[in-house]
């Protein structure tokens, strides 16, 4: 059973803008926060942004004021919405629980390249 289901990455221009969107299981999603990482080549993953279960949301200072993330409680969704990105932000983005304790089978992950 897939967990996690991450899609909607792609090239974008720097500037631009691209929605992510993963489809999660009820069990892993239902009244947990939820997060996006990214990872790219030869560094570690780190967190992007955090919703909790009643809409408060928390951003890296990296994404802050240009990512936004949402989720659909009646979809067991969350979204990823990357405005002005720049090519740092190239990366295999993720999402999981942000409780470690909790997290899901990882997804394959959507690959996001920033790029002119």
């Known amino acids: 059973q897939v967990q996690l289901a991450e899609s909607g990455g792609g090239v974008v221009q720097p500037g631009g803008s691209l929605t992510l969107s993963c489809a999660a299981s009820?069990?892993?999603?239902?009244?947990?926060?939820m997060a996006w990482y990214r990872q790219a080549p030869g560094k570690q993953r780190e967190w992007v942004a955090v919703i909790t279960d009643g809409g408060i949301t928390i951003y890296a200072d990296a994404v802050k004021g240009r990512f936004t993330i949402s989720r659909d409680n009646t979809k067991n969704t969350v979204y990823l919405k990357m405005n002005n990105p720049k090519p740092d932000d190239t990366a295999a983005y993720y999402c999981?629980?942000?409780?470690?304790?909790?997290?899901?089978?990882w997804g394959q992950g959507t690959q996001v390249t920033v790029s002119s």
């Open positions: 999981n629980t942000r409780d470690r304790s909790k997290f899901g089978t």
């Open positions: 009820r069990s892993i999603f239902s009244r947990n926060a």
